[in-house]
């Protein structure tokens, strides 16, 4: 039997139901005395919509069709055990997570301990009273309809992080193979860290490679990243000269200010190659050392800054360091996410880790950026990443 209930009275009339909150109830239960019970309590109630079964062996399937917010269960019943019932909506995942309620015609400690065990949200010995009745339909359904709520928009935050993950990773410079070499890998985590990168040629002998991180996570952190990266690739920060790593963090300072990006900030390594002198210059804010691994198994060089991240201090200048940079050597610039990554007790590895790690790897002879993304992977332990791990190896010939 399935119908509206309606009210039609001055009673319905003063208890109008939240919108997307009408309660949808499915009572399960041998005696059609009781079903017609409970369809007379709840007649007062607006909107509210009723279903009855006899036959507990249908029970799964109307309810997957019928859709209730919260379900009445006998526990005696010729054809079927109601505690077996109560397995059989639990064991199905499109009935896993409807409120249960058991209705029982005696109170029994370990019966109603069985029920709990077994996955019952509330336990009734029948019939109670019709107020006490209503107020914990309502109960379960506000709590159902608020945990289905809150899932689709966790569903939609996710669609809307995975969206962002997609087009920050679209901007990512595709590997090059003339001049220099370049390798990366983007592994955005699961709530979307700021990081971007990029490098690019400003001329022929000027070749610039960049990696940032923005402080936060989520869609917002994304954008102020690309806008970042937008930013040195069009070259347009004014009055700024792009071979000069140290005046292009000041100007990132000035032109994206915590104040300008409600209280986000970012990190960032920018470095600048010259071929015909073979001349590395760099600046950082915030940033983890990018490491230059020169042939022969030496351990690598942390090329690192003492600048503050652009934009929490107005007009701060930032000084620009530089560096040979032999034949054959490689360089591997990465984000914190690299290898801040959680140990089981809470705390996290750090950067003096990393770099004595990446020590052993120039012995080795492995390349870089592998050795440091399968050092990431062992560490994490198929956890998965809490921030985004952004990796790029350039290979100077």
């Not at 032999?326 to 984000?335: E, H, I, K, N, T």
Request: glycine share 10%; charged share 25%.
């Amino acid at each position: 039997m399935s119908e509206p209930v309606d009210g039609g009275g001055p009673a319905a009339a003063a208890r109008p139901e939240p919108a997307g909150r009408a309660v949808s109830v499915l009572l399960v239960d041998d005696q059609a005395l009781i079903g017609e019970a409970v369809r007379r309590m709840l007649l007062p109630e607006a909107g509210w919509r009723f279903r009855y079964v006899a036959d507990p062996r249908q029970a799964v399937a109307v309810a997957k069709e019928f859709q209730p917010t919260v379900i009445l269960s006998d526990l005696v019943m010729p054809q079927m055990d109601g505690l077996e019932l109560v397995r059989q909506f639990r064991a199905d995942p499109e009935t896993a997570g409807i409120p249960l309620i058991v209705l029982s015609s005696k109170e029994e400690a370990v019966t109603k301990a069985e029920a709990f065990r077994l996955g019952a949200n509330d336990y009734l010995v029948k019939l109670p009273d019709r107020i006490e009745v209503v107020a914990r339909l309502r109960y379960h359904t506000a709590g159902y309809v608020g945990r289905l709520e809150r899932d689709a928009a966790y569903r939609t935050l996710r669609e809307d992080v995975e969206q962002a993950a997609r087009y920050v990773e679209s901007l990512l410079p595709p590997p090059l193979e003339e001049r220099v070499r370049t390798r990366w890998r983007f592994i955005p985590s699961a709530s979307l860290g700021g990081d971007a990168f990029g490098y690019h040629w400003l001329d022929d002998d000027h070749f610039v490679v960049f990696l940032l991180d923005v402080s936060g996570h989520g869609v917002g952190a994304a954008l102020l990243g690309v806008s970042v990266l937008n930013a040195l690739r069009a070259r347009s920060l004014p009055s700024t000269d792009f071979r000069d790593p140290g005046q292009v963090l000041a100007a990132l300072g000035g032109a994206f200010t915590m104040e300008s990006q409600g209280g986000k900030f970012f990190t960032i390594w920018y470095g600048v190659y010259r071929p015909s002198s073979r001349e590395l210059r760099w600046s950082g804010g915030g940033h983890p050392p990018a490491l230059l691994f020169g042939p022969g198994g030496a351990a690598p060089v942390a090329l690192d800054s003492a600048g503050p991240m652009p934009g929490m201090i107005e007009g701060l200048a930032y000084a620009t360091s530089s560096t040979s940079v032999p034949a054959g050597a490689r360089m591997l610039v990465y984000s914190d996410g690299l290898y801040e990554i959680r140990r089981g007790d809470g705390s996290a590895h750090d950067c003096d880790e990393f770099v004595a790690d990446m020590g052993a790897v120039a012995r080795s002879g492995a390349a870089p950026l592998d050795a440091g993304l399968e050092r990431a992977a062992r560490l994490a332990e198929g956890r998965g990443y809490d921030d985004d791990v952004s990796a790029l190896e350039v290979v100077f010939p």
